[in-house]
Structure formats: structure tokens, C-alpha cells
């Protein structure tokens, strides 16, 4: 029934499903997402409170391991040990230095030559969106409302499983959907990763914050579908007036904060509605911009914008935002580009996982970038069955296989050929050639890359941290994306897009002990980060590892 297609589409097409919400989601919980509650008052403003109580004040000592130094990209030397408490890390000691100093560690680990690096942060997640496949069926639908909130929670322990202890969300239409996560994220065993939320600021008119007119209303009325309007506390969403000042803009930001709980601000500047990609969207003012990039420097928030244009990364430069997510795929950036991206101090998210669904041979319009094609085709080849059976829930991993395989087939006719899903592809297009170009330029210029996956974009998982990261080295070469340089991308520089405290994403006194033991040296085989980890620590609770670490004493 086209009806049925149509809707299950809808529902699985997440960026749309941002406006509607059911009102038959029996896994919606009461949770209120404002920072009054329950996750400490407003004055907690730091990113890296932890969703869960500090561990005990008891001091627990990590031996016998490898500690890596991210910012240097080398290890720390032989013999250094960690002392933990209260969930951070509390000095790093030197072989040399006196035992007694630790004699009264109630805890002792023993890393068994292990290699310890910090949690790793994934920047860009739709934490909501779950579908394994960009062209799905009515049946696949239907499949993946019915096992949705099983991947959902599936994708949160895989994280902590890989050592992905912050994701954050960019973008939710429904903010108690999140906090329901957060809250299965603390009570679960192993505990899931810090979830942080990033909340809409936009004016009415844009591609998420469309005005709700009258055939919008009947549409989601007829389709079973409530919409949360943008004034409700627990919309994604904080909308403004077209043509509103400066202060208007100010205030919106604070009610983000204030009201919505945002650890983050997104910004969203593209023209382009989703689907028809016709450019009829509001986009905000340089004087919005500015006001909204300021008053989130001035509130310590930090603040994203997605960009996909030459156009837009300029804009989001010179309003001076955190970071830009994704690659301007419409052209080139010039030199005065970069400088300028250096100058500000902007973070790239480039998140090229994006091409493993998106870059086709023969997709109309796009030119032709035979090598990277053919590369991803590799990659895809023999990397989909892993992803499908690590990733997917069995149910749902034969659809993205098939998914797959159908795009590659070219057979991208949907709804009896209502929709051509190689619009779809044919938009994106620009990333495999001038974006990944334009990431070339980026990094050669020492512009800081950081970790985030698009995670709800197909194929990605907010787990998918190794699979972004094994594309980097393959699409710059291995001379310029080195494991340091990724390694650093998803600690480091990821947690300082995201707004973590200073240290956060480091071995360093003070930092959260979010921590991650590898069994093999990420600074030689980048392929390691972000794989199934022997130990991980989230705010100095070992969450994964405490048997296999234990057996190996014994
Ligand atoms: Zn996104």
C-alpha cells in the first residue's frame, strides 16, 4: 500500500522523521531533558559531567601497560602507571617514581602489555535513525520499526565494546528520545558511552524547521503522526523568526541551553530541502550567524554547523563556530580559505563514512572519480559482511546487505516509481570529488580533523568509528592520515569539538579516566582504534574487560 510505504518511509528517512514523532511509542519515557534534571543544575555546564555518579574515592592503579600519548603521537615510556580516582585520572607516574606513592592503591589492574589510550569520541550521531538501508521496502520498514530501540541499545554497547565513551547527538526532533537512551546508557551492563545532545538552533523556514502549514498538518493527521511543536520544551528544534536580530538569536541560543539542555548548538546551513532538493530553505543571516557562533562562546557551549558548500564553510568561518561538519562538496576551497579556517581555529568533521552508502559508478551527474569509486567499491566488498554481522541486528543486517546490493545494481526506483532514489546520490555526489578534495587541502594545511561518523546515515552506527577512520588513510594516503593523526581525531580533538573540558581526550592529570587498552600499538596499525577493545573505563568504572584482565593475572 503506497500509504504504508510511504509513511514507513517517512519514519525510516530519520531527518524527515525530525518533524513527526508516533504517538504510539510505547518506549518514550517521561524524562524531562533539563539540566535541572536529572543530570545536575544548569550550572553544570561542563560536557564531560559524567551521565552516571564518580565512582568510588577508592584509588585505583593501572600497571604493566602501554600509555599513549595522543598529542605527541608517541608512547609514554616503558613503565608508567595510571592512578585513577573519582572517576578521573589522577597523576601518571614514571618507573622510576617511589612506590609508596601508590602503596595504598585499594586497586591494582594489571594491563598485561596492553595499550592504553584515551575514550574515544564519535562528534556527529542521529542517535534516533535506524535504517539499514538507504532504498528500503515497505517490509524492511516494517522490520526496522519493529527491531529500532533493539538496534538503538545494540548500538550503544557496541560502542563501549570499541572504546567509544562520548557520542554526541546532532540533531533529534523528540529530546526525551535521547535522554531515554541516556538513561538505558547508565542502567545497562556494560554501561553505554556519555551521550551528549546538540540542539537546532534555526530560523522557521529551514530544512528541519519547515513552517507547519495547513497540507503539512492533514498529512501528518492522516498518517497517524503528531508533531511536537517547536515551542514544546522537549523539541529538538529552537526556532526564531526569519528576519529576527541579533538578540532574538541570542536568546533562542540561551533557550537551548537553558530550557532544552544543549551541550551543544547545530547550526544548519543548506538551502536544499531533503528529498526534492529543491533550494527553497531559510538559511540565517552573517548577523545571525554571528550572534548565535557568539553567544555560544560567551555561554561555553560549543557550536557545529553542517556545511556542504564552499559557501557555507566560509559562512560558518567567519561566524566562528566550533566546528563544520562534512566536506564542501560544491567546489574548491582557495588558499585564503584555509588560512582564514586556520586563523579561527575550526574543527573539520568531515565524516566520509557518509561515501560508503552515497558513491556509485555511474550515478548521473557525478564526475567520475574512477579511483575513489573503485576504492570504496573494495572497501565495500570486503568490509560489508563484518559490518553487517558486527553492527546489525541479525534481522535487520540482511536489508542492508541487500541495500547495498541494489544500489549497486543501479535499481534506485521507489514507491512504483513515484521516487528516484538517485537524487539522493546524485546531491551527495560532490564529496567523492571535491570534497574529499577539499579534505586533501585540509589536512595538508594542519586544519583540525575530529571523529564523528553521521551515525543514522547509512551504513554508520555511532560504533562505526573504525570504519570512518579506515577511509582517511585510504582516500589522503597513509603519509598524511598516519594512526597518530587519527588517533588524535577521535580523542583529542573530537572531545575539544565537543566542548569537553580541558584534558578531556587525553592521558592527563585531571581528564575524565575515560580510557580504552588495545591489544596492539594504535600509533603502528591505526586499524586498531576504534576495534573490539580488551578493557575500556568510563569515569574510571572499568566497564569492559574486568574478567579478561583478571584471567590473564591468573
Ligand atoms: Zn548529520
Given amino acids: 500500500m503506497l500509504a504504508e510505504l510511504l509513511t514507513g518511509w517517512l519514519d525510516a528517512e530519520g531527518e524527515l522523521s525530525f518533524f513527526v514523532t508516533s504517538r504510539r511509542d510505547p518506549t518514550l519515557m517521561p524524562v524531562m531533558t533539563n539540566r535541572t534534571a536529572p543530570h545536575g543544575g544548569p550550572a553544570d555546564r561542563e560536557c564531560a559531567q559524567p551521565a552516571v555518579p564518580f565512582g568510588s574515592d577508592e584509588l585505583t592503579e593501572l600497571d604493566g601497560g602501554w600509555l599513549v600519548d595522543v598529542e605527541r603521537g608517541e608512547l609514554h615510556p616503558r613503565g608508567s602507571r595510571l592512578l585513577l580516582r573519582a572517576g578521573r585520572i589522577e597523576a601518571i607516574l614514571s618507573s622510576g617514581q617511589d612506590r609508596s606513592a601508590t602503596a595504598g592503591a585499594a586497586r591494582r589492574v594489571d594491563l598485561g602489555g596492553r595499550y592504553v589510550v584515551p575514550g574515544l569520541c564519535n562528534t556527529h550521531c542521529h542517535l534516533q535513525i535506524v535504517m539499514p538501508s ?97 515551542d514544546d520544551p522537549h523539541s529538538g528544534a529552537v526556532v526564531f523568526a526569519p528576519n529576527a536580530d541579533a538578540a532574538t538569536v541570542r536568546a533562542a541560543v540561551d533557550r537551548a541551553i537553558d530550557e532544552r539542555g544543549a551541550d551543544a548548538v547545530k547550526l544548519y546551513d543548506q538551502r536544499e530541502r531533503l528529498l526534492t532538493f529543491r533550494a527553497t530553505a531559510t538559511l540565517m543571516s552573517e548577523r545571525q550567524l554571528e550572534a548565535a557562533a557568539d553567544q555560544c562562546r560567551r555561554r561555553g557551549v560549543p557550536c557545529t554547523m553542517h556545511a556542504l558548500t564552499v559557501e557555507a564553510f566560509r559562512r560558518a568561518v567567519r561566524a566562528g563556530v566550533r566546528s563544520i561538519a562534512h566536506l564542501p562538496s560544491d567546489g574548491l576551497l582557495g588558499a585564503q580559505d584555509i588560512a582564514a579556517a586556520l586563523a579561527a581555529g575550526v574543527i573539520v568533521e568531515p565524516t566520509v563514512s557518509l ?60 514507491l512504483g516509481g513515484l521516487y528516484d532514489g538517485r537524487r539522493i546520490y546524485d546531491y551527495y555526489g560532490g564529496i567523492v570529488s571535491h570534497g574529499i578534495d577539499n579534505l586533501e587541502r585540509l589536512v595538508a594545511a594542519r586544519v583540525p580533523m575530529a571523529c564523528g561518523t553521521d551515525a543514522g546515515a547509512i551504513p554508520c552506527t555511532p560504533a562505526m568509528v573504525d570504519l570512518e577512520l579506515a577511509l582517511w588513510p585510504k582516500l589522503l594516503g597513509e603519509a598524511m592520515a598516519t594512526p597518530a593523526f587519527m588517533l588524535r581525531a577521535a580523542t583529542m580533538t573530537a572531545a575539544r569539538a565537543l566542548g569537553m573540558a580541558s584534558g578531556a581526550g587525553q592521558i592527563a592529570p585531571g581528564a575524565p579516566a575515560d580510557l580504552v587498552a588495545y591489544e596492539r600499538n594504535p600509533l603502528e596499525d591505526g586499524s586498531v582504534v576504534g576495534s573490539r577493545a580488551a578493557a575500556v573505563w568510563r569515569d574510571g568504572e572499568m566497564v569492559v574487560g574486568a574478567e579478561r584482565l583478571a584471567a590473564d593475572k591468573g
Fill in 134 to 230: 538507504l532504498l528500503p521496502s515497505g517490509h524492511q520498514n516494517r522490520l526496522t520499526r519493529r527491531h529500532g530501540w533493539d538496534q538503538r541499545y545494540r548500538n550503544l554497547t557496541e560502542c563501549t565494546l570499541r572504546g567509544v565513551t562520548t557520542v554526541r547527538d546532532t540533531l533529534t526532533h523528540d529530546l526525551r528520545k535521547t535522554a531515554s537512551l541516556r538513561s538505558h546508557s547508565s542502567r545497562s551492563r556494560p554501561s553505554g558511552p556519555r551521550i551528549l545532545q546538540a540542539v537546532l538552533v534555526a530560523p522557521l523556514g529551514g530544512v528541519f524547521t519547515p513552517t507547519r502549514g495547513i497540507r503539512q498538518r492533514i498529512f501528518d493527521q492522516l498518517l497517524g503522526w503528531s508533531t511536537l511543536s517547536y
Fill in 355 to 414: 561515501l560508503y552508502c552515497l558513491a556509485w559508478h555511474g550515478q548521473t551527474g557525478m564526475p567520475v572519480e574512477r579511483d575513489r569509486l573503485q576504492l570504496l567499491r573494495n572497501l565495500r566488498r570486503s568490509s560489508a559482511q563484518a559490518v553487517a554481522a558486527e553492527h546489525w541486528h541479525p534481522m535487520l543486517a540482511p536489508w542492508f546487505l541487500a541495500g547495498l546490493a541494489r544500489s549497486a545494481s543501479g535499481r534506485t526506483a521507489m
